[in-house]
């Protein structure tokens, strides 16, 4: 039981660790402009590194469906797809 728990938290910090350190997905280049990759880049913007992936993915859901306005989110999220907006969101959120 301890070797399976103890792979299951390798594989998952190995896992996490490889989205952080990988390239950002598709579609991140038009969100870094505003909402900058890295913790030590100082921004008006909302910060997304680091922030939880569900929490991401819900406000880009929000401000496609129109449910949560925004200046300009509002029209940039409807150019995703879902899988694009779940991609993204896990590269944000594993980013430090």
């Known amino acids: 039981m ?3 728990l103890a792979a299951a938290i390798a594989y998952v ?4 660790a490889t989205v952080a ?3 950002p997905p598709a579609g991140a280049a038009a ?3 505003c ?3 890295s913790a030590r880049v100082q921004s008006p913007v909302v910060r997304l590194v680091g922030r ?5 993915v819900k406000a880009m859901q929000d401000f496609r469906s129109g449910a ?3 200046t300009v989110m509002d029209r940039i999220a409807k ?3 879902d899988a694009e907006i779940q991609a993204i969101a896990a590269w944000y959120a594993a980013q430090r």
């Open 2 to 4: 301890r070797s399976t």
């Open 13 to 16: 910090t190995i896992a996490a």
């Open 21 to 23: 350190s990988a390239e």
């Open 31 to 33: 969100c870094s402009g």
């Open 35 to 37: 909402h900058p990759s």
């Open 52 to 56: 939880d992936r569900a929490e991401i």
């Open 68 to 70: 949560r306005a925004g």
């Open 79 to 81: 150019g995703f797809t």
